[in-house]
């Protein structure tokens, strides 16, 4: 059912599968996840933006993941 | 140098000397919490910088009002975390289902199809549910590897022979 209503919320674009799951039920994982997520990729840092994302991008390579 | 920018590295300097004063403090305490203990190499990552973030994270998936027990989220977090290679307390044992599921997520998740939820969905789990499971299961892996790495950084032999 929220699915439903998410989709219909953002019926003009494709939804991702990645959107759906930082969405749907969004205080289960989407938004305490987000927040850790900006924090590690975009907080304060030795490492730079462009590092942080090429460590992510890596370790999702290695789990098969397209994300 | 402007002054503008002479203030902007005074004020990093600060930042890092508060941040490694305040990191290693914080480190040293809770060393004292739980020494020898089977639960040192956790509090020794929870210590880390990100602990409330990944507090925060884990009550959210793990204690949430949901149509799953807390109590079966966690032993499905335990469970994966295990099998990801996080040296931990005994786990409860899985409906073979689940077991089954878990395995799949904390090892491959990519094989992960629908199927698989369709399997899960005949067993009696409503879709709230087996996204309730997904999350423990995908927590328990995912810390357990960010612990062994972090472990691996500091040095610890256990942690690298392990993986």
Redesign the interface.
């Known amino acids: 059912m929220r699915l439903k209503v998410i989709e219909l919320v953002l019926k003009d674009q494709p939804v991702s599968d990645i959107r759906r799951t930082l969405t ?2 969004a ?3 989407g ?3 987000s ?2 997520l900006q ?2 990729l975009r907080g ?1 840092s030795d490492w730079s933006v462009g590092e942080r994302e090429l460590f992510a991008a890596f370790v999702s390579r290695k ?3 397209m994300y | 140098m402007s002054m503008c920018q002479t203030l902007a590295l005074l004020f990093n300097i600060v930042r890092l000397a508060l941040r490694e004063m305040f990191g290693s403090q914080e480190m040293e305490s809770c060393n004292a919490l739980a020494p020898d203990s089977l639960e040192e190499e956790r509090a020794g990552f929870l210590c880390m910088r990100y602990a409330e973030q990944t507090r925060i994270l884990s009550n959210a998936v793990l204690s949430s009002p949901g149509e799953t027990n807390p109590t079966l989220r966690r032993a499905v977090e335990t469970q994966a975390a295990k099998l990801s290679g996080r040296a931990s307390s005994p786990t409860s044992p899985l409906p073979d289902e689940v077991e089954r599921y878990v395995t799949k997520v904390a090892l491959h998740a990519y094989k992960v199809t629908d199927r698989d939820i369709q399997a899960l969905a005949e067993a009696g789990y409503s879709e709230d549910a087996i996204f309730e499971l997904t999350l423990s299961a995908a927590l328990g892996a995912g810390m357990a590897r960010l612990e062994i790495g972090l472990n691996a950084l500091k040095g610890d032999a256990d942690a690298t022979q392990s993986h």
Request: hydrophobic share 30%.
């Open positions: 749907y039920r205080e289960v994982f938004h305490p996840f927040a850790y924090e590690i304060p789990n098969q993941c």
